[in-house]
């Protein structure tokens, strides 16, 4: 039996893109790489449950702290040691205070650390994974806050830029290998991550983005937006000026 990796095992937007995989590969094991908390027993086991309850036929967690580098390539050699990993979901990362995080090192360090270097190094050591089994699908859960960066969110955009870039010519480099990756950049999505921030516009569910995912892997495509007009969108964003640019109210 064939299964589902989430790195980032709480994240709200993996779950739900692992819900939507799970309806079209009912039984499949599901791995949940997140960072042991004793104070969130209880949500893991509840987790679990909806992971069984949406088809899976085994839930296992997986301890995983992506500021722990070191055992990175060892934790997922011992995953694809024990089971056929078909699919394989990055979704974890931080947003943290933006204002703290170019004015605070650690702050700044932390984000980058996080969302770009260990993300890099997950993904480095999933392609070396699939490439032996010949086969997969990485999931990399990116942001279009990364695709041109504003000065609103300017660190967690170069953070998710740097993982963007890396995501996408991975892609490229794997071709002929039998193994997929595909991005996924949404706008704003409602869960715990942005929650007590203030409304932003085109915010879309974490079922929208899991919906879009499974279209792009259906179409074969490297590259998906949430909602789609950001596609279009934020390449007329590139051709805005900078001097404009560095002026817009975002």
Not at 26 to 34: D, K, T
Not at 74 to 96: I, R, T
Not at 100 to 116: F, G, P, Y
Not at 192 to 207: Q, W
């Amino acid at each position: 039996m064939s299964a589902i990796l989430l790195l980032g095992g709480r994240s709200g937007i993996g779950l739900a893109i692992v819900e939507a995989l799970l309806a079209e590969h009912p039984g499949a094991e599901v791995l949940l790489a997140r960072r042991p908390r004793a104070d969130a027993e209880a949500e893991d086991i509840a987790l679990a449950e909806r992971m069984r309850v949406a088809g899976a036929g085994v839930v296992q967690a997986v301890d995983f702290d992506a500021q722990a580098f070191e055992g990175h390539e060892a934790l997922v050699d011992s995953v694809f040691a024990e089971h056929q990993v078909s699919h394989a979901v990055v979704a974890f990362g931080v947003l943290g205070d933006q204002e703290e995080a170019w004015t605070d090192v650690v702050a700044a360090q932390r984000l980058l650390t996080v969302n770009s270097t260990a993300a890099v190094g997950i993904g480095v050591a999933l392609a070396n994974a699939m490439r032996r089994q010949a086969s997969g699908k990485i999931i990399a859960l990116s942001s279009v806050a990364g695709v041109r960066v504003r000065r609103s969110n300017f660190v967690y955009g170069a953070s998710k830029a740097a993982m963007d870039a890396f995501y996408l010519n991975l892609g490229a480099a794997l071709e002929g290998s039998g193994v997929r990756v595909l991005v996924v950049r949404p706008g704003a999505v409602a869960t715990g991550m942005i929650a007590g921030n203030k409304p932003v516009a085109f915010t879309v569910e974490a079922s929208q983005v899991a919906e879009a995912t499974m279209r792009g892997l259906a179409a074969g495509k490297d590259v998906v937006h949430v909602p789609s007009l950001f596609g279009p969108g934020m390449a007329l964003a590139a051709l805005v000026p900078r001097v404009l640019w560095r002026r817009l109210p975002i």
